[in-house]
């Protein structure tokens, strides 16, 4: 890549493949990003000079019509989930969902995503934008075997004959999770943001709070995966790359949610979501870290010092890194619904579930460049 005056610039003539990868991350700051939606409005004020007023109106009049629906079960868009552009946003890091286990459509879920990041990339590309393709169709290979004129019953995978009778092998396609809707869980404050929250709703976003979640698990349509980001920005202060440190163990509300609404629990580990960002050396009782504290307090909300790369340079802005993010999906932790969970039934299941996610990221971290020797660490 060229360098010029101490910054490594981008190569312009680098592939096709490559320069699709960086539009799709582009256009996901654009549209994800707070002053990248500011931007958004700036052709329609251009189209409309002298009706400012009118349209802000319009969007002040939308907005309070629809301002339950994030905690009302959004209304995402499979088509623009679908966008190829997210396709080529997820090719940038590039990112990747790792299946474990089969989800069952006539169950709901809460699917707890760790760790959490600087901006949890993992989770936008995978459940939001379906930029790894969680959404798609996964080939299958069927072998038939032939009987005189009969067909058998197909095998999956099927080997060699060892009969005079031949197989056929065709090939089939279905859903990676068929019958079931992934949705992100955010924080309430980001629909807020005029624009940035019909973003998030048209990408299946929906509220964090308790009273959306209740109110996604318990209608009537099953099959519903509510992702939830549960070490929250708490745990974005520890996102540093090559560090597995999770917010967990004073984190029990979703397990009581899970209690509540008989959704099953699963765990999901993303590897690499905390190295798409460098973040200033922050340790606990520093001076950063107990300012970045006392606003995550008041506001509900951090803010790391980040270091990412530009648009047009890899030297210094506020893109994330190309490093890969693996995201494991592991199997579902079987839930029985409680009206009233106990503390002992929360403790309890809490401790399972943190089983199993240590279970998942201790199955799978060396196979994605985790030393064998590196923990996780639960706070």
Same mark, same amino acid.
């Given at each position: 890549?060229?360098?010029?005056?101490?910054?490594?610039?981008?190569?312009?003539?680098?592939?096709?493949?490559?320069? /699709?990868?960086?539009?799709?991350?582009?256009?996901?700051?654009?549209?994800?990003?707070?002053? *990248?939606?500011?931007?958004?409005?700036?052709?329609?004020?251009?189209?409309?000079?002298? #009706?400012? +007023?009118? $349209?802000? $109106?319009?969007?002040?009049?939308?907005?309070?019509?629809?301002? &339950?629906?994030?905690?009302? %079960?959004?209304?995402?868009?499979?088509?623009?989930?679908?966008?190829?552009?997210?396709?080529?946003?997820?090719?940038?890091?590039?990112? *990747?969902?790792?299946?474990?286990?089969e989800l069952d459509p006539s169950q709901n879920y809460i699917l707890g995503y760790h760790? #959490? %990041?600087?901006?949890?990339? *993992?989770?936008?590309?995978?459940?939001?934008?379906? =930029?790894?393709?969680?959404?798609?169709?996964?080939?299958?290979?069927?072998?038939?075997?032939?009987?005189?004129?009969?067909?058998?019953?197909?095998?999956?995978?099927?080997?060699?004959?060892?009969?005079?009778?031949?197989?056929?092998?065709?090939?089939?396609?279905?859903?990676?999770?068929?019958?079931i809707t992934f949705n992100l869980c955010t924080l309430g404050l980001n629909f807020k943001?005029?624009?940035?929250?019909?973003?998030?709703?048209?990408?299946?976003?929906?509220?964090?709070? /308790?009273?959306?979640?209740?109110?996604?698990?318990?209608?009537?349509?099953? =099959?519903?995966?509510?992702?939830?980001?549960?070490?929250?920005?708490?745990?974005?202060?520890? !996102? #540093?790359?090559?560090?597995?440190?999770?917010?967990?163990?004073?984190?029990?509300?979703?397990?009581?949610?899970?209690?509540? @609404?008989?959704?099953?629990?699963?765990?999901?580990?993303?590897?690499?979501?905390?190295?798409?960002?460098?973040? !200033?050396?922050?340790?606990?009782?520093?001076?950063?870290?107990?300012?970045?504290?006392?606003?995550?307090? +008041?506001?509900?909300?951090?803010?790391?010092?980040?270091?990412?790369?530009?648009?047009?340079?890899? @030297?210094?802005?506020?893109?994330?890194?190309?490093? +890969?993010? &693996?995201?494991?999906?592991?199997?579902?932790?079987?839930?029985?619904?409680?009206? &009233?969970? @106990?503390?002992?039934?929360?403790?309890?299941?809490?401790?399972?579930?943190?089983?199993?996610?240590?279970?998942?990221?201790?199955?799978?971290?060396?196979?994605? %460049?985790?030393? /064998? &020797?590196?923990?996780?660490?639960?706070?």
């Open positions: 890549m060229p360098k010029f005056l101490g910054i490594d610039w981008i190569d312009p003539f680098s592939s096709l493949e490559r320069k /699709k990868t960086y539009l799709g991350m582009v256009v996901h700051a654009v549209y994800c990003y707070p002053i *990248g939606n500011m931007l958004l409005t700036v052709p329609f004020f251009m189209l409309f000079p002298f #009706h400012w +007023s009118l $349209l802000i $109106l319009f969007y002040a009049a939308w907005a309070y019509y629809d301002r &339950n629906t994030p905690s009302k %079960g959004g209304y995402g868009l499979e088509f623009i989930r679908k966008w190829r552009i997210n396709r080529w946003y997820g090719g940038y890091f590039p990112a *990747g969902v790792h299946k474990t286990a760790p #959490h %990041g600087i901006i949890s990339m *993992g989770g936008w590309v995978n459940f939001a934008s379906n =930029g790894s393709g969680i959404m798609d169709m996964e080939s299958l290979r069927y072998g038939y075997q032939n009987v005189g004129n009969f067909m058998t019953i197909p095998k999956i995978l099927c080997t060699k004959s060892k009969s005079a009778a031949t197989v056929t092998q065709i090939q089939i396609f279905q859903l990676q999770y068929p019958g943001i005029p624009i940035r929250r019909e973003i998030l709703l048209l990408f299946g976003c929906i509220d964090c709070s /308790k009273e959306s979640m209740e109110y996604a698990l318990n209608s009537k349509n099953q =099959g519903r995966a509510l992702v939830l980001v549960v070490g929250g920005a708490a745990e974005s202060l520890d !996102a #540093h790359p090559g560090k597995h440190e999770l917010t967990l163990m004073s984190r029990k509300g979703f397990v009581r949610e899970a209690l509540l @609404t008989g959704a099953h629990l699963v765990p999901v580990y993303s590897f690499g979501e905390n190295d798409v960002f460098e973040q !200033a050396a922050n340790p606990p009782g520093s001076t950063l870290r107990k300012w970045q504290e006392k606003l995550r307090k +008041s506001m509900g909300t951090a803010l790391p010092m980040v270091k990412g790369r530009g648009f047009l340079q890899y @030297t210094y802005g506020f893109l994330p890194f190309r490093r +890969s993010i &693996n995201t494991v999906i592991g199997a579902p932790i079987t839930v029985e619904k409680t009206e &009233n969970p @106990t503390n002992e039934q929360i403790e309890k299941l809490h401790e399972k579930y943190v089983e199993k996610l240590v279970e998942l990221f201790e199955g799978h971290k060396q196979r994605f %460049g985790v030393s /064998k &020797n590196v923990k996780l660490v639960l706070k």
